[in-house]
Nanobody
Framework: VQLQASGGGLVQAGGSLRLSCAASGSIFSINAVGWYRQAPGKRRELVATFTSGGSTNYADSVKGRFTISRDFAKNTVYLQMNSLKPGDTAVYYC???????????????WGQGTQVTVSS
């Protein structure tokens, strides 16, 4: 299983970016998906999650500005980021929890990370 993240870049404050994370390989089903971020010198933190039940959860700092979504057919998860702030600057990682086989264990995978830089 591989996760390919893309969409990061440099943007001015107030701008928007859309991150994508595509899962490929031997996948039976994808359960929860999420985005995390890690700024220099800080711990990795949760940004948004999308559970298997269809519910979403956001960090307080991004509520109302970021939207997580997924395309089940493409095994892809997205993070639409609007009204970006310099404090959003970080490396963003996608996380996918999935089954390789029916009835098997749920496995967690991380994408390689994509840099988001917001200038003031």
């Amino acid at each position: 299983v591989q996760l390919q993240a893309s969409g990061g870049g440099l943007v001015q404050a107030g701008g928007s970016l859309r991150l994508s994370c595509a899962a490929s390989g031997s996948i039976f089903s994808i359960n929860a998906v999420g985005w995390y971020r890690q700024a220099p010198g800080k711990r990795r933190e949760l940004v948004a999650t999308f559970t298997s039940g269809g519910s979403t959860n956001y960090a307080d700092s991004v509520k109302g500005r970021f939207t997580i979504s997924r395309d089940f057919a493409k095994n892809t998860v997205y993070l639409q980021m609007n009204s970006l702030k310099p404090g959003d600057t970080a490396v963003y990682y996608c996380n996918v929890r999935l089954l390789i086989v029916s009835g098997g264990p749920t496995l967690g995978y991380w994408g390689q990370g994509t840099q988001v830089t917001v200038s003031s």
